[in-house]
Nanobody, 127 residues
């Protein structure tokens, strides 16, 4: 059974940093592209950053480009999201997701990213 577990969220002041982690089990991690998505109260889920199965391709949403870095450690079955210069508008629940094979972007498509999701980790940025 596939399981994705996020960690690293919390409360941080504006301008601060957090590193989110998502550890996967029950799947052949090397074969999966991974993504970080977020959902703020009253808003739709949106893509933040995604990384291809090979790690060669990364994608970032415009609103966070330059402030976040996605990486993966296949030896640990873990994907990371380093977030810097956080803003109050970054407050949301952050989810990781996995999809087998290649990706061409990081837009949230519930039909494409349908299968494998974590429970989410809350990120709150105070002003």
């Amino acid at each position: 059974q596939v399981h994705l577990a996020e960690s690293g969220g919390g409360l941080v002041q504006s301008g601060g940093s957090l590193r989110l982690s998502c550890t996967a089990s029950g799947l052949r991690f090397d074969d999966y592209s991974l993504g970080w998505f977020r959902q703020a109260p009253g808003k739709e889920r949106e893509g933040v950053s995604c990384i291809s199965w090979s790690g060669r391709n990364t994608f970032y949403t415009d609103s966070m480009k330059g402030r976040v870095t996605i990486s993966r450690d296949n030896g640990k079955n873990t994907v990371y999201l380093q977030m810097n210069s956080l803003k109050p508008e970054d407050t949301a629940i952050y989810y990781c997701a996995a999809v087998e094979g290649s990706i061409s972007g990081c837009e949230y498509d519930p039909l494409f990213w349908s299968d494998k999701w974590g429970q989410g980790t809350q990120v709150t940025v105070s002003s």
